[in-house]
């Protein structure tokens, strides 16, 4: 094992769960500097150390939390990468075989790990925090297609801002996964989400011209304060 393989301390793991899509690692980011760093050496590769020196100091900080995550998440799947850094569409950069996702908030760092076979299958993974927990401003107009207006228009208050929250982080999750298939940005109407009670999601996807009919599942839960989200997108 690599010498900076070091198991996360446990006052910073978040959750461990397994998961439809694969292994998802919560971590709390720590506040104090010295510690985020002493964090990163520990945890990190020499290189992705390298690379987040030199970013500014929040992107670093959910940079070196993003990757903690991930480390934690390969490790606990028995899966192993060298340094990984980040494509040219900003996702991780894993070895053949291996597919991953990144996500995260400025105390918060989530990610997902799985093995795959081939390249015909990408994952996605998005955390918020929960409207419950912290009030947000309404992004529905920006969000929301004319069908999901109509399945939210009877809700208000809370219940609609947690409904289009999660629906928001949903498309997140899904438009990572879609990512390395189309290469573009996604607008949020070119896809339909209704979450179901049962951590489900049925998908309605109108990706525009030239995109191919992906297969698309979703899974959402909530947890400890946390819109947690997962994608799988398979390539036709």
């Given at each position: 094992?690599?010498?900076w393989a ?56 959910t940079w ?17 990468a060298p ?154």
């Open positions: 094992m690599a010498r070091t198991r996360v301390q446990p006052s910073l793991l978040l959750f461990d769960r397994c998961l439809a899509h694969g292994r998802c690692v919560g971590v709390r980011i720590p506040e104090d500097e010295a510690a985020l760093a002493a964090l990163a050496e520990g945890a990190l590769a020499p290189a992705e150390v390298a690379f987040a020196s030199g970013l500014a100091t929040l992107r670093r900080r070196i939390g993003g990757r903690v995550a991930l480390r934690e998440a390969l490790r606990r799947s028995g899966l192993e340094a990984v850094l980040a494509d040219d569409r900003g996702a991780p950069l894993l070895p053949v075989g291996i597919a991953g996702s990144v996500s995260h908030k400025e105390h918060v760092a989530v990610a997902l790990a799985a093995p795959v076979a081939g390249d015909r299958a990408r994952f996605g993974v998005d955390v918020e925090i929960d409207a419950q927990a912290r009030p947000r401003r309404d992004v529905a107009s920006k969000v929301l297609a004319d069908d999901e207006h109509a399945e939210l228009a009877a809700m208000t208050g809370e219940e609609r801002a947690r409904e289009v929250l999660l629906r928001f982080s949903l498309k997140e999750s899904i438009y990572k996964a879609v990512d390395p298939f189309v290469r573009r940005y996604v607008a949020f109407r070119e896809v339909s989400v209704t979450p179901l009670r049962d951590g489900t999601t049925t998908v309605r996807a109108r990706l525009r011209e030239g995109a191919g009919a992906f297969g698309i599942e979703a899974y959402w839960l909530r947890v400890d304060g946390l819109v947690l989200t997962t994608a799988k997108v398979t390539a036709p």
